[in-house]
């Protein structure tokens, strides 16, 4: 025989996690019934139903503030809600994994410390993302349940401009563009052209005159016939960051 029930109601904004007999609608939100067995918490039920902890905030119990620690009696109504934005940070850090190298590439571009390596497993990203305080950024629901990861968030999107726009509006980082090296990470420093010239094509020794080089790997950057598409993702990351201050 089943035990007491209580209910879970969803913000709209974490339906995308549940299972799809969970995402019917009531109110704006997702209504799930769950047994109570006395043992479970809050915490555990939510990520049982598939929502990552990282993605909710303060939950309230029968309209009163609670914590994911607690405990529901039958017939209670927990109310889930988002995390919070814009999501203060204790520093703008990330790490990404395999599954978002073009992000990672973006985020660099608007000159956010972004580390990213397509050979990474699971267990090296919680050890860098608690090493070295950055937050983890996955589409990984498992890795954001991993308890020893200190901080992680989910990307929306599939297309990488949507990704980013994500985690701007998410987070508002200060930006810094194009101060960091797209491939490593590495921080940019001017270059004389007479140092590098040697190493350009004829067409670009003519055309352009400044230049950048990352001390890291020794890539070299200048403002060439791709810049107006990647001009096109800094202005509008810098309309998304200045829009949310």
Request: proline residues 7%; aromatic residues 6%; positive net charge.
């Amino acid at each position: 025989m089943a035990g007491p029930e209580a209910e879970l109601r969803f913000a709209r904004e974490l339906l995308l996690f549940l299972a799809p007999r969970h995402r019917a609608e009531k109110n704006g939100s997702g209504l799930v019934r769950v047994t109570c067995d006395g043992t479970s918490t809050l915490g555990h039920v939510i990520e049982a139903l598939g929502v990552p902890l990282p993605e909710v905030g303060e939950p309230t119990v029968d309209g009163q503030p609670a914590t994911t620690a607690c405990r529901l009696s039958g017939g209670q109504v927990a109310d889930v809600v988002a995390i919070r934005r814009p999501q203060p940070l204790p520093a703008a850090r990330f790490v990404l994994d395999v599954h978002l190298g073009t992000l990672a590439r973006w985020l660099r571009l608007t000159g956010i410390d972004t580390a990213y390596s397509n050979d990474c497993d699971d267990d090296t990203l919680i050890d860098q993302a608690n090493a070295q305080q950055r937050t983890l950024l996955t589409q990984d629901r498992g890795l954001l349940r991993r308890r020893r990861l200190w901080m992680g968030a989910y990307v929306r999107g599939s297309d990488p401009d949507d990704q980013l726009q994500d985690v701007l509006d998410r987070f508002v980082p200060p930006l810094d563009p194009w101060t960091r090296c797209t491939a490593c990470n590495g921080v940019l420093a001017p270059v004389a052209k007479a140092d590098i010239e040697q190493s350009l094509r004829p067409g670009t020794r003519r055309t352009y005159r400044d230049f950048a080089r990352c001390p890291a790997c020794g890539r070299v950057y200048w403002h060439g016939a791709h810049g107006a598409r990647l001009a096109g993702i800094v202005d509008g990351a810098t309309r998304i960051v200045t829009r949310a201050i």
